[in-house]
């Protein structure tokens, strides 16, 4: 029977440094689960600077656009359900 190992969340700090200690060459990838850590240190800090957590990031504009424009859609989806409930018959 397998157990399950509990895994630990990485902070966007942790992340940062095991990322600017890879890139420099500190850690030694040639070790088993270093490989591991590094990507998961890069999917958490892409999470966060998708969502605009990275200090001096802010979110991409195109997710910004994006989001306005599925408000905006939503909004005269809307407007044109209540005019056709509204018009006189």
Do not use: C
């Not at 397998?2 to 850690?27: P, W």
């Not at 590094?38 to 200090?55: C, E, F, K, L």
């Not at 407007?79 to 006189?88: E, Q, V």
């Amino acid at each position: 029977m397998m157990r399950a190992t509990k895994q630990h969340a990485m902070t966007l700090d942790e992340a940062l440094r095991i990322e600017a200690n890879a890139r420099d060459g500190i850690l030694d990838e040639d070790l088993p689960g270093t490989r591991g850590v590094i990507d998961q240190a890069h999917r958490v800090h892409q999470t966060a600077y998708m969502w605009g957590s990275v200090r001096g990031e802010s979110a991409p504009p195109r997710i910004r656009w994006g989001i306005a424009m599925g408000v905006a859609m939503v909004l005269v989806t809307l407007g044109g359900f209540t005019l056709t409930f509204l018009a006189p018959h």
